[in-house]
């Protein structure tokens, strides 16, 4: 049973999961039924800017059924069709007296009070809904409790490879997808739609796709001055906005390939493959060959750009005079494990603070001598072990 509900009605009548429990949202202590006040502008704003307020169908257990005993519709049969599907059409009569709860959807359920609330011109908007039937028995209770938090605790998160390949507001994932479809440096097979960053010593591609779009946010959130990525993620900007955003991505990477020759061979190699395999085996390898590693060079450049205030193109020269073989310092020991021929993924945050050392970047310097014998299981009086050369 099909039901559509003005957005006005779901402000006025509905209420959150507390119609269902004697723990008030205060003490409930669960992240998503507990909606922080002070989050309704925010709400607000991402309901005012997607043009979708809601989805779903409708069913009820009051209303009025309506058979179906015919149709107008050539070449269909009311014989292929069982009496439950032909019964499960009608209408849902409300009287206004009834409680309604949101089961799931909190947070859209507040943001559009808030929204209503603060003159918005949606009270008239019709948006679908489902009607579930509660009983206000013990039985009931129990049931309509089970079911929120079979929806809430139950939830799979979406990964990053689908979010990429689906969302239609990120601008990483908008951008990412692009680079994937139209430009020949990041089409198949030298990027790896897979759901790990951990890319196989024989891979062909450079990198991951979910590597691609962390890197694309480091250099976007640099580029637009933000400090936290959820206006990049939420808010879809226009199509002359993510041009520019393209352009930015497209001026990193052929800067990259500029300053750090093995990558310019890669992309115009026809055989990437071969190429790869050069440059990314047991043996080590190039660090830009490795996700850790481009993410790496990539969080050097921003930093580069942002503490001597030049261009990310200027910064990504000056980050060409660090060293890439992985078997070498600073990597060797800390993201390279010579022994196993593996990455160390916890050394990444250390590696980072070693090569802004190297370029003299902010890099906590003087607990860093100590805090790479720690990592490397080293006695702290050890004087074998000395912070990498500067380049710069």
Same mark, same amino acid.
């Given at each position: 049973?099909r039901q559509?509900?003005?957005l @006005?009605?779901i402000?006025?009548?509905?209420?959150g999961?507390? !119609?269902v429990?004697?723990l008030?949202?205060?003490?409930?202590?669960?992240a998503?039924?507990?909606?922080?006040?002070?989050s309704?502008?925010?709400l607000?704003k +991402?309901?005012l800017?997607?043009?979708?307020?809601?989805?779903?169908?409708?069913?009820?257990?009051? !209303?009025l059924?309506?058979?179906?005993?015919?149709?107008? &519709? %050539?070449?269909?049969?009311?014989?292929?069709?069982?009496?439950?599907?032909?019964?499960?059409?009608?209408?849902l009569r409300?009287n206004?007296?009834?409680?309604?709860? @949101?089961?799931?959807?909190?947070?859209?359920?507040?943001?559009?009070?808030?929204?209503?609330a603060?003159?918005h011109?949606? @009270?008239?908007?019709?948006?679908?809904?489902?009607?579930v039937?509660?009983a206000?028995?013990?039985?009931? /209770?129990? $049931?309509?409790?089970?079911?929120?938090?079979t929806?809430?605790?139950?939830?799979?998160?979406v990964s990053?490879?689908?979010?990429?390949?689906l969302?239609?507001?990120?601008?990483?994932?908008?951008?990412?997808?692009?680079?994937?479809?139209?430009d020949? $440096?990041? @089409?198949?097979?030298?990027?790896?739609?897979?759901?790990?960053n951990?890319? %196989?010593?024989?891979?062909?591609a450079?990198?991951?796709?979910?590597?691609l779009?962390?890197?694309?946010?480091?250099?976007? /959130?640099?580029?637009?001055?933000l400090?936290?990525?959820?206006t990049?993620r939420?808010?879809?900007p226009s199509?002359?906005?993510?041009?520019?955003?393209?352009d930015?991505? =497209?001026s990193?990477?052929?800067?990259l390939?500029?300053h750090?020759?093995?990558?310019?061979?890669?992309?115009?190699?026809?055989d990437?493959?071969?190429?790869?395999?050069?440059?990314?085996?047991s043996?080590g390898g190039?660090?830009?060959?490795?996700?850790i590693?481009?993410?790496?060079?990539?969080r050097a450049t921003?930093?580069?750009a942002k503490? +001597?205030k030049?261009a990310?193109?200027?910064?990504? +020269?000056?980050l060409? $005079?660090i060293?890439?073989?992985?078997t070498?310092?600073?990597?060797? !020991?800390?993201i390279?494990? +010579?022994?196993?021929g593996?990455?160390?993924? *916890?050394? *990444?945050?250390l590696?980072?603070r070693l090569?802004?050392?190297?370029?003299?970047?902010?890099c906590?310097e003087?607990?860093l001598?100590? =805090?790479? *014998?720690?990592?490397?299981?080293?006695?702290k009086e050890?004087?074998?072990? &000395?912070? %990498?050369p500067?380049?710069?």
């Amino acid at each position: 049973m099909r039901q559509q509900v003005s957005l @006005a009605d779901i402000g006025d009548h509905a209420l959150g999961m507390e !119609g269902v429990t004697n723990l008030q949202p205060a003490t409930t202590g669960g992240a998503k039924t507990e909606i922080n006040p002070l989050s309704g502008g925010i709400l607000v704003k +991402r309901i005012l800017r997607q043009p979708q307020h809601g989805m779903g169908a409708g069913g009820g257990n009051n !209303g009025l059924e309506i058979g179906i005993s015919g149709t107008a &519709t %050539p070449r269909v049969s009311l014989d292929e069709l069982s009496q439950e599907a032909r019964d499960s059409i009608g209408f849902l009569r409300l009287n206004g007296a009834e409680r309604l709860f @949101a089961i799931d959807g909190q947070h859209r359920l507040s943001g559009i009070k808030h929204a209503i609330a603060s003159g918005h011109a949606l @009270a008239d908007e019709l948006v679908p809904v489902i009607f579930v039937g509660h009983a206000n028995t013990q039985v009931g /209770m129990r $049931r309509t409790r089970r079911l929120f938090t079979t929806l809430n605790k139950t939830a799979v998160a979406v990964s990053k490879r689908d979010i990429i390949a689906l969302d239609e507001d990120d601008v990483m994932a908008i951008t990412a997808r692009d680079l994937y479809e139209t430009d020949v $440096r990041f @089409a198949k097979p030298r990027i790896a739609i897979i759901t790990t960053n951990n890319l %196989p010593q024989t891979a062909t591609a450079l990198t991951t796709i979910g590597n691609l779009y962390d890197v694309l946010k480091l250099i976007f /959130m640099h580029e637009s001055g933000l400090s936290r990525d959820i206006t990049l993620r939420f808010n879809r900007p226009s199509d002359d906005r993510l041009k520019l955003y393209h352009d930015t991505a =497209d001026s990193f990477f052929s800067a990259l390939a500029a300053h750090f020759p093995p990558l310019k061979e890669y992309y115009r190699s026809k055989d990437p493959a071969a190429t790869a395999r050069k440059y990314r085996s047991s043996a080590g390898g190039h660090i830009l060959f490795r996700p850790i590693g481009l993410e790496l060079i990539t969080r050097a450049t921003i930093a580069m750009a942002k503490e +001597r205030k030049i261009a990310v193109a200027d910064a990504v +020269r000056v980050l060409s $005079r660090i060293e890439t073989d992985l078997t070498k310092s600073p990597y060797a !020991g800390v993201i390279w494990n +010579r022994d196993r021929g593996t990455v160390i993924s *916890k050394g *990444k945050s250390l590696a980072a603070r070693l090569v802004f050392y190297m370029l003299r970047l902010r890099c906590r310097e003087p607990t860093l001598l100590l =805090d790479l *014998k720690v990592f490397l299981g080293l006695d702290k009086e050890d004087s074998t072990v &000395t912070l %990498p050369p500067r380049v710069v």
